[in-house]
């Protein structure tokens, strides 16, 4: 044993009546009793190696203290008074404390096969009551493609000038998206296009410019119901 208990009120009344040289005897014959426990061997020759005195000092001491009660001998083995007793009660002790770091063990062994097992079979999460609950399973990703070809969505027909800038734009730039009529969708709500029609750049290109100014042209002479340009003195002149 490591250690043991030890009462220094029941240690000074029981050793009254024990001279000084009575006194260190017993307490070694006592330690002896408890490093060696619980296999109950010592013996004379144990007593005297420890006690560092001649065999027959040791003799002296041994037949007082036996005749005090303190100390009993059977078959050559020296006991104490209690030692056993506190040796058998330690041991029990000893022994629970086993047992329940064993159990424990196990639980905490059994509590990481389960949470190994359901991590990898499903993702699991908890609702409002803590009761696990299996997650919805994630959808797969659409892959980007480039511009489909003869691809063209319902309303760029009203958007016919802007749809061919959306195009030349996407190809131009190798544009890829997922969901392209989302990506046409986000282009005509775009804010870059209230910037003077200059899809975000600082200055608009000639070839951008003559188209511009073609189509307001194109919108206007619709609206008037004349097809020509303007004379020099101001008015119109039909074609045909």
Known sequence: MKWYKHDPSAALAGMIGLTVEERGAYYTLIDLQYARAPHNDVTDHLVIKALAVRPQVWRRLKAALIAKGKVHETDGKLTANRVQTEVISARKVMDNIAVLNTRRLEKQQLNLVGAES????????????????????????????????????MIAMENSAEFDRFVDYCKANGRTYSDWDAAWRNWLTSP??????????????????????ADEWTRRER????????DDAGGHRSRG
Not at 123 to 138: C, H, L, M, V, W
Not at 139 to 150: G, H, S, V, W
Request: net charge positive; proline share 14%.
């Open 192 to 213: 870059y296009r209230n910037r003077g029609q200059q899809n975000g750049r600082g200055k608009e290109t000639p070839i951008e410019q003559a188209k511009r100014l």
């Open 223 to 230: 609206a008037a119901g004349i097809y020509g340009p303007p």
């Open 118 to 153: 359901i991590t990898t079979t499903t993702t699991t999460s908890r609702d409002i009551e803590g009761k696990p609950s299996i997650s919805p399973p994630r959808r797969p990703k659409r892959a980007k493609t480039t511009l489909p070809e003869n691809w063209h969505p």
